[in-house]
């Protein structure tokens, strides 16, 4: 792939942009002519083609899980029995270790009421007297994430939840940390639109350090994840709800 002439001399202007409809044309043309030498943003490469599991770690159990149809990678809800050991999330072959990383995604799910946790404003969850959990009903159509450095502790959540799509790992989050650092993990916003249609994540991390645009607002800033490893792959997450990736490209940053 080439890269074009789209500049952005920072983060921001670059979320800005791609919000826009410059280079919101660019990626609909890329998307209808997956297989051409389309232009992408400058700096950052394709990692799904549209067509292929070039650059994803699609092994034979994952056959029948996800799929690709129409030009987005899709999680069948109907997958075949499980083998014991076997991990059927998805990852890219190559792992990374800075980055900036544009994704589409949507939940397909029929909406539904089901119980949820109820969270906390830093994402711990409410307990009642007893150290129960509280649980509350919630309108939801499915479940996912993607995974940074191919670790859970780094999930960036897609989800139903009051507090929004962009949560940084929610069970993994560290109790001996400071309340204000708990609550960056938080989104600062629920920018997630309805049922079945297509959001936009923009996530950077460096270091430990995570930023999340979503839908062209930040909901995540300077957000700490513990113990994270230097690199490691993109995941998207099997939590068997319906849902569909597409238009994912990725800029490595320099250390």
Known sequence: MNPQIYSQTTRRKFIKTAASGSLGSVIQCFSSHAAQDEPVPEGFTVLFDGQTWANWQHDPHLDGVWEIANGVIRLRTDEPPRVAGKDYNLSTTRKFKDFTLMIDWRLTGKPHVKPHQWLTDDGQFHTDAAGKVIMKDNLTWG????????????????????????????????????????????PSVRADKGP?????????????????????????????????????????????????????????LDH
């Open 196 to 252: 079945g249609e297509w959001n936009r994540f923009i996530i950077t991390l460096r270091g430990n350090r995570v930023d999340v645009s979503l839908n062209d607002k930040e909901v995540i800033q300077g957000a700490w994840v513990k113990d994270l490893p230097a690199e490691g792959p993109i995941t998207l997450q099997n939590h068997k709800d319906a849902v569909e990736f597409r238009l994912i490209f990725i800029k490595e």
């Open 143 to 186: 479940d996912s994430g993607v995974y940074l450095r191919g670790v859970r502790a780094a999930q960036i959540n897609i989800w139903c939840q009051p507090c929004g799509s962009g949560e940084v790992g929610t069970k993994f989050k560290d109790t001996q940390a400071s309340h204000e650092e708990r609550i960056k993990t938080m």
